[in-house]
């Protein structure tokens, strides 16, 4: 079952803030944050290992709540970049340690001028 | 530089025909998946290989099938059993271990004629 990310789209000004949340019905052993341009391949952002344990990729940053099997994305002072759909990859915890990633519907973000 | 090759970039497919996507990577990586990308669905898994000679069904393997004879090429072949085939088709590649992010190749774009 794949995990639920909300918002689903969320339209920003460039310098706001942003918080993408991803959701699983199942016991987590990581989150990885992806961010896809159009047309392109998904872009590793960042990955969490740990309950939460926050992450940090310049003015992008990441939680992990692995008690309620749930991550946020935050991004801070958004640029032009920033713009793309961004995925959370849930890997389930099958007695151990999974390579296997299910991945949430996306959230698109665009940032304007 | 290391990466992942997918090609080719468009292929158009007859009905009832079948047709084989190509990934290969230098990135020495152990793990290779395939996913297929629909608008407004995310990324969904078909297969998945953590070694050579060894694979895995994922999600939504019906109508494909997949072979890893070398830990460098994991093809794809969309059967004519592949009712809807017409999608986005992501390869990915990582390190075993379940504590590295996924490396994305550039994708095929698969239409049905």
């Known amino acids: 079952q794949q995990p639920v990310q909300s918002p689903q789209a969320v339209i920003l000004r460039e310098g706001e803030d942003a918080v993408i949340n991803c959701s699983s019905s199942?016991?987590?052993?990581?989150v990885h944050w992806y961010r896809q341009k159009h047309g392109e391949a998904p872009v590793f952002l960042m990955i969490l290992l740990k309950g939460g344990e926050q992450k940090g990729h310049e003015k992008i940053s990441a939680s992990f709540n692995e008690k309620k099997q749930q991550s946020s994305l935050y991004l801070t002072a958004s640029q032009l970049s920033y713009s793309g759909t961004y995925f959370c990859?849930?890997?389930?915890?099958?007695?151990?340690?999974?390579?296997?990633?299910?991945f949430g519907t996306g959230t698109l973000l665009a940032v304007q001028p | 530089d290391g990466g992942i090759t997918q090609s080719p970039k468009y292929l158009f497919r007859k009905e009832g025909q079948n047709v084989t996507l190509s990934c290969e990577q230098n990135?020495?990586?152990?793990?290779m998946y395939w996913y297929r990308q629909d608008p407004g669905q995310g990324l969904r898994l078909i297969y998945y290989?953590?070694?050579?000679?060894?694979?895995q069904k994922g999600d939504i393997a019906e109508g494909y099938s997949v072979s890893r004879e070398k830990k460098e090429s994991f093809p794809l072949t969309v059967t004519s059993a592949q009712k809807n085939p017409t999608a986005f088709y992501l390869c990915a590649s990582t390190q075993t271990g379940g504590r590295y992010g996924y490396t994305f190749g550039s994708g095929t774009r698969l239409t049905v004629v």
């Open positions: 199942k016991a987590l052993y990581s």
């Open positions: 990859g849930t890997g389930v915890a099958y007695g151990g340690a999974t390579n296997k990633l299910i």
């Open positions: 290989s953590q070694i050579v000679n060894d694979f």
């Open positions: 990135l020495n990586h152990d793990a």
